[in-house]
């Protein structure tokens, strides 16, 4: 069982596709495992495993995104509906994880997300732990937290701060959404997911 608590939208990144370089623009999309909890800092006291996956920002019909998001509302989206999809409405959603434990070049395991399907009928999620975070790129005059930005990873700050999209402004705009025991709890109605 997880929860959607975060989207991160990268921006444009160099990458490859059958030996030719390609623009990708890129989103990090997060959820957290509310049964799955471990004390990973004292002072923080026990917390949800995270598991997050970067998606190339397309709701084209080969899109893994896509793909995705119809397994997780269980139909099919028309081109129309595929390209009206607001993803930060994924956020508080419930949903399965399918996960697999691959090895690094290491040889270590990592857990890498393979699908995402909807929660059966009469399956309740755990309430949402973390916070919900949402980073985005601003329309002109949106204020930004700066706060917010700083308190990322660094190594996924410095992914960002080399995008075009990022470079094209002076900060980007976050909307931080309180979650755990002040948020609201979330209706789950399988007929009636938000996307």
């Given amino acids: 069982m ?13 990458d490859e596709y059958q030996g030719q370089p390609k623009k990708l623009h890129r989103v990090r999309i997060t959820w957290e495992l509310p049964t ?12 949800p ?7 190339t920002l397309s709701m084209h019909a080969k899109a893994t995104l896509r793909h995705h998001l119809e397994s997780w509302r269980g139909k099919p989206y028309t081109d129309e509906e595929a390209n009206a999809v607001d993803i930060t409405k994924l956020l508080g959603v419930a949903c399965m994880l399918n996960v697999i434990h691959v090895p690094d070049a290491k040889g270590n ?7 995402v399907a909807a929660m059966p009928k009469g399956v309740k999620c755990p309430p949402q ?43 980007p705009q ?10 609201p709890a979330q209706e789950e109605d399988d007929d009636k997911l938000p996307f």
Avoid at 2 to 14: L, N, P, W
Avoid at 49 to 55: E, P, R, V
Avoid at 174 to 183: E, L, P, R, W
Wanted: glycine share 6%; charged share 25%; with cysteine.
């Fill in 49 to 55: 495993y995270l598991i997050s996956k970067d998606y």
């Fill in 129 to 171: 732990i973390m916070p919900q975070v949402v980073l985005c790129y601003p329309g002109p005059g949106e204020a930004y937290d700066w706060k917010t930005y700083e308190a990322l990873p660094e190594w996924l700050r410095t992914r960002i701060s080399a995008t075009p999209e990022f470079k094209a402004m002076k900060e």
């Fill in 36 to 47: 799955e909890t471990k004390v990973f800092k004292e002072e923080n006291g026990e917390q």
């Fill in 109 to 115: 395991l990592k857990a890498r997300l393979s699908s």
């Fill in 2 to 14: 997880a929860r959607c608590i975060s989207m991160v939208q990268i921006g444009t990144e160099d």
């Fill in 174 to 183: 976050v909307t931080v959404v309180s979650g755990g025991n002040d948020a």
